[in-house]
């Protein structure tokens, strides 16, 4: 199955801008289920002197449930569509947010530089055209010991649950998209989770990059077994707070 990539994926993403808001808000427990992989972070005193890195923000969903668990944290949004960073512009952020347009693959380059305490990253890993890479750039900027959480789509590989996820998305999402004319994005949306890893190998992925205590954790709702939590540590001890 073909799907987008690079340059043509954050054309599509920045055509959808405009509605993405609108069809995610549909989705039951989208922002609950944000927030709940932020928890699972585990971060202390709510992110009171740390930093975080959120990659593939989008219109900033993903930063608004850090910002909410972690009211005290510095955070750095970035993604490559600046389609969507305008509209996660036009919110009212607290001066801690920044937001950056850079690919995941290419922080460096945009004067994103480490060391980081966590790093969250929602509906990302499946889409890029290199998830090692982007894996092992989240690890480089990671202070020792600090945490990774990878919210996604990423089935459980059973029947039923590529079953479901085929069918919402092909009786619900893809023909209300269509009529919007993001029919391409979200056909892609839906094929690239099917051609993703399952829960378990994109546990063994992270493990791969070189990640300790790697967990899969559940999402509750019509999506158990189609989204889950990924959680991980870069090894080292910690040292404190990451400047």
Known sequence: MTLL??????????????????????????????????????????????RVLDLGCGTGASTAALAAVLPDAAITAVDASAGMLRRAARKAWPERVEFVRAPAEHLAEAGVTGPYDAVFAAYLLRNAADPDRVLATARDLLAPGGRLALHEYTLSGRARDRAVW??????????????LGDGALYRHLWRSV?????????????????????????????????????VARRPGARTGAAR
């Open 5 to 50: 990539r690079d340059h043509d994926l954050a054309a599509a993403f920045d055509h959808a801008a405009r509605s993405y808001d609108t069809l995610v808000a549909a989705n039951p427990g989208y922002h609950a289920h944000l927030r709940r992989s932020v928890r699972r972070l585990g971060l202390p005193d709510g992110g009171r002197g740390l």
């Open 166 to 179: 085929t069918a919402v998305c092909r009786g619900l999402v893809v023909p209300v998209a269509t009529l």
């Open 194 to 230: 099917v051609a993703f890893d399952t829960a378990g190998q994109f546990a063994d992925r992270v493990r791969a990059a070189g990640f300790t205590g790697v967990r899969v954790l559940p999402l509750p709702g019509w999506q158990t077994g189609i989204a889950h939590t990924v």
